[in-house]
């Protein structure tokens, strides 16, 4: 496997839950800041979560605090990204993507190496 692959995207009405769950293989390992990203139609790509897979930092776009948690199964190499209260806006493509940082710098402003495909999420009103 040469990149992330994200799932556990679908369709749901406003006020529902998703779990994205991203299967990071060697990249938990050797990579230690996985990042969850969304790009909607005709928007620019926005970071919305992201761990460090070493230690417990977390980062969360303010569009998502208090709706989004970010999570990581070292044991299974895969990160998650549990959204809750969901609302139309958060339609959008998610990716997951993996990078190298020092603790303090895994948020979004990192820079990311490997992306996975993607898995779309639309929230119906």
């Known amino acids: 496997q040469v990149q992330p692959v994200e799932s556990g995207g679908g369709s749901v009405q406003a006020g529902g839950s998703l779990r994205l769950s991203c299967d990071a293989s060697?990249?938990?390992?050797?990579?230690?800041?996985m990042g969850w990203f969304r790009q909607a139609p005709g928007k620019e790509r926005e970071g919305v979560a992201a761990?460090?897979?070493?230690?417990?930092?977390?980062y969360y776009a303010d569009s998502v605090k208090g709706r989004f948690t970010i999570s990581r199964d070292n044991a299974k190499a895969t990160v998650y990204l549990q959204m809750n209260s969901l609302k139309p806006e958060d339609t959008a493509m998610y990716y997951c993507?993996?990078?190298?940082?020092?603790?303090?710098?895994?948020?979004?402003?990192?820079?990311?190496?490997?992306w996975g495909q993607g898995t779309q999420v639309t929230v119906s009103s």
């Open positions: 993507a993996a990078a190298v940082t020092h603790y303090s710098d895994c948020n979004p402003e990192a820079r990311f190496g490997a």
């Open positions: 761990i460090y897979t070493r230690g417990s930092t977390t």
């Open positions: 060697t990249y938990i390992y050797s990579w230690n800041c």
